[in-house]
């Protein structure tokens, strides 16, 4: 025949590669086949489901965590701004004589004292309510002649005795015993200081 060559006992074929033999499997291996076909088992699914879930939850409890100690700080950071634009009004009317005045500047709005209002301060209100007010805002009142932080994240934090998410501030006038006087009952006014109305908890 064409293309064949016998050579003693052996006869090769000419121009044709032999095929390489197949991989036998082994029983262990044809058994593991249909289970990686099979993929996910449903209660696996459900553990890493479950899994995800409680890591979602953790990391989304941190953040509102991170975003409430924030919102404290930023608020602190208002009233200190506060406080530091009072004592220099008081200071500004003791130099000019003016000390009659002082007592206008317990019920004046704390805001108008600052060079640059914050953003979030959302103006005057009439006796306003928590659901008035946007969160995480302040507002003057006008009934009480208070400035109010609404709360926007208070997850940690104790109200005072009102109840309310919000923290109420004015300024206070402090007394001492007057110089020079003989007996304990004279008071002078003695500074001022911006603090809040009712103790409350927040972190502490």
Known sequence: MRGLRKTGARTEVRGKPSPLPLPLLSPQSSSLSPRLLKGFTLIELIVVITVLSV????????????????????????????????????????????ESEVTALATDNPMRWLSKQPRNYSGEFYDPTS????????????????????????????????????IRYRANLMYGPALGASDNTSKELAGVLFEPTVPYRWFD
């Open 131 to 166: 659901r008035s007010v946007a969160p995480g805002n302040w507002v003057f009142d006008l009934k009480t002649r208070e400035l109010i932080y609404v709360l926007d994240r208070a997850d940690h934090f104790i109200p005072g005795k009102d109840g309310q998410k919000w």
């Open 55 to 98: 890591l979602a939850g953790t990391l989304l409890s941190r953040v509102w965590f991170y975003q409430e100690q924030a919102e404290k700080a930023a608020m602190v950071g208002v009233a200190s701004a506060i406080q530091g634009a009072l004592v220099m009004q008081y200071g500004r009317l003791l130099v000019r004589g003016m």
